[in-house]
């Protein structure tokens, strides 16, 4: 005869843990300030149902998760538009929540189901979902979250060229001056770690690699960017993409990456990195630039930078010289 009064619950299967995720975090629309009881209940719901999405999907340190049960869960979610529920309430979530949301959210995008991506494939039907990441990053409560799930995202390429050439890209630009030190900084480190763009403005198709420059141009030249553009001109693989964009067949690609690489020059603060770069190089930057026209009315205007850029890049190789 058993005198236990309490049975071990049953381990809830991928559906059942999707669906009480789903149902939790609904429940969040349908209470008021006034309800604030109903609404820490439905918190605290919202918090044990990823708890146990983090148990199913890393386990729980001493069980090992199951990897059939991974892959379900992967793939209900993605089914079930959990992806999309989780994002848009993650505003209204605590920090407990939101920590496990970040974790679990790196291993649902790297699942693999039936050779696809399944959570990656359903962010690509609906791609307002990293616009609302980007965004929420002027948000300094949620702005690390976003910065952290953003990243995953951007790991993969579909996903990274969305927001590459999306316009809520450019918002980057603002939130790496916010005052909040910590979010300025996780927003350049998210704008650091597109390498994808670097591709794109050395890629094979002069449409894809004028419009990246251009974009890149207008916001680095602008005088509110003035901060961002100073902290891009200490990188030396920054300098060198314009250096190859110098080279370019076109004459258009030619004369924007000029107008951000005169930036690299010009700068009374060059770092030795870049000093040794254009010393090495000068040879075959003088010929180039020797060999760059303006346009029309620019013409004379950028003849006389050019002159002063030839100038500046003679000096630095004299000095460099010197110093060996």
């Not at 991928?14 to 429940?27: C, F, G, Q, W």
């Not at 609906?126 to 976003?146: G, P, R």
Request: net charge neutral; proline share 3%; aromatic share 10%.
């Amino acid at each position: 005869m058993s005198f236990s009064f309490f049975k071990p619950s049953r381990p809830k299967t991928p559906p059942e843990v999707t669906k009480a995720i789903k149902d939790s975090l609904n429940a969040l629309d349908t209470k008021t300030v006034a309800e604030v009881k109903a609404l820490e209940k439905a918190m605290e719901e919202v918090e044990k149902n990823f708890v146990t999405m983090r148990c199913m999907l890393s386990g729980d340190g001493e069980v090992e998760p199951n990897v059939e049960q991974v892959s379900q869960l992967a793939l209900e979610i993605s089914k079930e538009d959990v992806i999309s529920l989780v994002v848009h309430k993650l505003p209204i979530l605590g920090w407990e929540a939101r920590k496990d949301l970040v974790h679990c959210w790196s291993i649902l995008l790297k699942q693999q189901v039936d050779s696809k991506y399944c959570c990656v494939e359903y962010i690509e039907k609906n791609l307002e979902l990293l616009d609302f990441l980007v965004v929420c990053y002027d948000n300094k409560e949620i702005a690390l979250n976003c910065g952290n799930m953003l990243r995953e995202c951007i790991k993969f390429p579909s996903l990274a060229q969305y927001i590459l050439n999306s316009a809520s890209f450019v918002l980057f630009f603002k939130f790496v001056e916010l005052p909040n030190f910590d979010v300025a900084s996780d927003a350049f480190s998210t704008f650091k770690f597109f390498d994808l763009y670097e591709k794109l403005l050395t890629s094979s198709n002069y449409v894809t690699r004028r419009q990246s420059l251009k974009l890149l141009s207008d916001f680095l030249l602008e005088a509110p960017n003035v901060q961002i553009m100073k902290r891009y001109i200490l990188e030396v693989r920054y300098l060198k993409i314009m250096m190859t964009l110098l080279r370019d067949s076109s004459k258009n690609i030619q004369i924007s990456a000029f107008h951000i690489f005169k930036v690299f020059v010009a700068n009374p603060n060059k770092p030795r990195e870049i000093k040794i770069i254009l010393a090495k190089n000068h040879e075959k930057l003088l010929e180039l630039l020797n060999s760059l026209s303006g346009k029309g009315a620019e013409d004379e205007q950028f003849e006389e930078e050019k002159e002063l850029i030839i100038k500046e890049i003679e000096k630095v190789s004299r000095l460099q010289s010197l110093k060996s």
